[in-house]
């Protein structure tokens, strides 16, 4: 999840606003990144 954050910082950054994350039935994974940079549902 580290190297994925890392990325998403430098890409985002550099401008890039939108992503996706291929989770292979993991979305802990893409939950703890979005949680860790901050990213929050529209509720």
Known sequence: ANI???????????GVKDFHFYTLNRAEMSYAICHTLGVRPGL
């Open 4 to 14: 994925a954050m890392d990325m998403v910082k430098i890409l985002s950054r550099e």
